[in-house]
């Protein structure tokens, strides 16, 4: 019988431990020879090559989040959507997200990640290329495929990290889930970018819905062709933990025996005791209340603070200006990449003489957040620039508290765990709730 912790199978069908053999490392150790090393040397750029891939399906992943903030007002016009129905639009696309994600965790760690992953992708590239085609009659048509993008992206955000865990060891992993997880920033201000660009450019915003399919199919291909199907599971997690929520003691020290059986529920509940985790989650939990409320507002938000101030005539065409998504935008992606690499080298330095730094700054860099949000605010109604300043520095400062708030959790619960995968990002039933605040 096949070893479980070893090889993914290559078909969805699920696979059956074996309670005789050994789990991970300790499985690995058994077959290793005097080749392994070599082998390991010849891997390394593919492993590398996976990464990318997978970095780039996530930029796209997120694009797609982004394209409706994009061009929000020209959509509001065009389906004549009140404030209120506008925001129902990602209040639809979070909420079938956040109901998705734990079926699909479950999935991938039971069957073949690349299988879904790729199902993942084909979906919801399919149905935003069908919403570029849905015409003003039709608009309940148009929330039904939001919903449905939320439901395709939810396969492989909560799929994805699980291979790339997987790939290296615990001196990389942390540095290439990095990586990932920079995506986010940079595909969301993309998506910002893309939408406004090609309203522009066409006159037209359903051809920003026509792009990230494209993207989507290149994805797909280098998927097909650079990840493997078989994907060993080596993490530590997993030398422990079987599909069937068996904790195995034995496979990580040579001569015990006996496994502790626990169940799903028994780990969510254990998880729950765990106080630096649910606290670190109740912040990242709170931060996302707010972005996502900024994520689909600012842009209309700046529109219609420049029309208060009269700089900008109010538009009444059926395509307008987009300037404020494409400046968000490239805000976003500047702002966002320089948070995460300022947080994670201010914590890398604090580390040598507080064992507390994560925590500290994850702390101190939300509190900053939330004073420059409201500042710019509160400036909005007598100077833009000063606006798009404060927004800067706030997109910033969250950035640096995200990776930090994430890094938190992670030895608390493994990103390699497809199952678990959902309760380590921030959590979205909160964001949902968070798009009304903005509406009045």
């Known amino acids: 019988m096949q070893n479980p912790s070893a090889d993914e199978n290559t078909d969805l069908q699920p696979r059956v431990p074996s309670e005789e053999q050994n789990y991970g490392a300790t499985a690995a150790r058994v077959r290793r020879g005097p080749h ?15 990464v990318g891939v997978l970095c780039y399906a996530n930029l796209i992943n997120f694009m797609d989040w ?14 004549d959507l009140s404030d209120g129905a506008a925001g129902l639009l990602q209040t639809v696309f979070i909420l079938c997200y956040m109901l998705a994600a734990p079926f699909f965790g479950y999935l991938g760690d039971r069957y073949n990640r690349k299988a879904i992953i ?15 085609f849905i015409s003003e009659s039709y608009y ?52 910002y970018v893309l939408a406004s660009s090609m309203a522009h450019v066409t006159g037209d915003w359903h051809w920003a819905f026509r792009v990230t399919p494209c993207m989507g199919g290149l994805a797909l291909v ?66 996302a209340f707010v972005t996502g409320a900024l994520g689909l507002w600012v842009p209309m938000f700046l529109y219609r603070a420049q029309v208060a101030l009269g700089t900008v005539q109010q538009c009444l065409e059926k395509s307008c200006n987009s300037s404020n998504s494409l400046i968000f935008g490239g805000i976003t992606i500047g702002t966002g990449i320089l948070g ?27 509190f900053a957040s939330s004073l420059c949000l409201y500042i710019a605010i509160m400036v909005a109604q007598k100077n833009i620039l000063s606006t798009f300043v404060s927004a800067s520095l706030s997109i910033t400062w969250k950035m640096s508290s995200g990776i930090l708030g994430r890094s938190l959790r992670r030895p608390i619960l493994s990103t390699s765990s497809s199952s678990l995968l959902p309760l380590n990002t921030e959590c979205p039933i909160t964001a949902v709730f968070g798009l009304p605040v903005w509406i009045r």
């Open 140 to 191: 309940w048509i148009f929330f039904l495929s939001r919903g449905l993008v939320g439901i395709g992206t939810a396969s492989y955000s909560t799929v994805a990290p699980t291979i790339i865990a997987d790939r290296f060891d615990e001196g990389k992993r942390t540095t290439m889930l990095s990586v990932f997880y920079i995506c986010i920033p940079m595909g969301s201000g993309l998506g």
């Open 222 to 287: 280098l998927l097909i062709l650079l990840v493997p199907h078989r994907i060993q599971r080596r993490t530590e997690a997993h030398r422990a933990l079987s599909i069937h929520g068996s904790i195995r003691v034995a496979a990580e020290k040579p001569g015990a025996q006996g496994a502790a059986k626990t169940s799903w529920c028994q780990d969510v509940i254990s998880l729950g005791k765990n106080w630096s985790f649910v606290w670190s989650s109740l912040g990242l939990t709170a931060m």
């Open 340 to 366: 995460v690499i300022a947080g994670a080298e201010a914590a890398r330095r604090l580390r040598k003489t507080n064992n507390r730094a994560d925590p500290l700054i994850c702390a101190t860099s939300m």
């Open 118 to 132: 790729g199902a993942g992708i084909f979906f919801w590239s399919a149905v935003t290329l069908g919403t570029s």
């Open 36 to 50: 392994v090393r070599v082998s390991r040397n010849s891997s390394a750029k593919r492993d590398y090559l996976i």
């Open 66 to 79: 982004f394209i409706v903030p994009g061009i929000l007002l020209d959509i509001q016009k065009y389906f």
